[in-house]
């Protein structure tokens, strides 16, 4: 059974799914352990796959960066910033990821605006004043989201190559099922 929202079970489907959003799907569902002596096991692995353990020592810290930085690191892709332990935990350091990309496209890196600073999440679609993305740190879980339109500071590309067909706009309704 997947742990994948109904509304989003379109996005499975896909063909050429890029990389990066595969590799997300494998992580829908995973949540936050409340309580300071408690941690996920998956997502302190994360941290010790990007040699961040000293100082990420517990899942009650923002995480959308870090799953963001694994996610880049298991698919081959670049990490953001300029190699510091930091950059990897900063949603920021996004903004200098890859190339801007004009029009957000389904598996694009997303910078949004949130209060205290960013959030660091991939594109999945958007409906007429929403963002749709899935990222980390969505309500404590690895997850499926809207976001208003207006809180976008920047869209960020990737690819060495030529990007998948998938790779485009996808219009949805307001609950996440893609558009008739």
């Given at each position: 059974m997947?742990?994948?929202?109904?509304?989003?079970?379109?996005?499975e489907?896909?063909?050429?799914?890029?990389?990066?959003?595969a590799?997300?799907?494998?992580?829908?569902?995973?949540?936050?352990?409340p309580g300071?002596?408690?941690?996920?096991?998956?997502?302190?692995?994360?941290?010790?796959?990007?040699?961040?353990?000293?100082i990420?020592?517990?899942?009650?810290?923002?995480?959308?960066?870090?799953?963001?930085?694994?996610?880049?690191?298991?698919?081959?892709?670049?990490?953001?910033g300029?190699?510091?332990?930091y950059d990897?935990?900063?949603?920021r350091?996004?903004?200098?990821?890859?190339?801007?990309?004009?029009?957000?496209?389904?598996?694009?890196?997303?910078?949004?605006?949130?209060?205290g600073?960013e959030?660091?999440?991939?594109?999945?679609?958007?409906?007429?004043?929403h963002?749709?993305?899935?990222?980390g740190?969505?309500?404590?879980?690895?997850?499926?989201?809207?976001i208003?339109?207006?809180?976008?500071i920047?869209?960020?590309?990737?690819?060495?190559?030529?990007?998948p067909?998938?790779?485009k706009?996808?219009?949805?309704?307001?609950?996440?099922?893609?558009?008739?």
């Amino acid at each position: 059974m997947s742990n994948i929202p109904a509304p989003y079970q379109w996005v499975e489907k896909v063909p050429a799914l890029p990389k990066m959003i595969a590799l997300g799907l494998t992580l829908v569902g995973i949540k936050e352990i409340p309580g300071p002596l408690h941690n996920n096991p998956l997502i302190m692995g994360m941290a010790k796959d990007l040699s961040v353990e000293n100082i990420y020592p517990n899942d009650e810290m923002a995480w959308c960066a870090l799953s963001q930085s694994w996610i880049c690191l298991k698919t081959g892709k670049p990490l953001p910033g300029n190699g510091k332990q930091y950059d990897l935990l900063r949603a920021r350091m996004f903004l200098k990821w890859g190339s801007p990309a004009a029009l957000p496209m389904f598996g694009d890196i997303l910078v949004i605006k949130r209060v205290g600073g960013e959030h660091v999440c991939m594109y999945i679609g958007e409906d007429m004043t929403h963002y749709h993305v899935m990222g980390g740190n969505q309500s404590n879980s690895y997850g499926f989201m809207r976001i208003e339109k207006d809180r976008l500071i920047e869209a960020r590309r990737f690819y060495s190559i030529a990007p998948p067909a998938s790779v485009k706009q996808y219009i949805l309704s307001p609950t996440g099922q893609l558009a008739a």
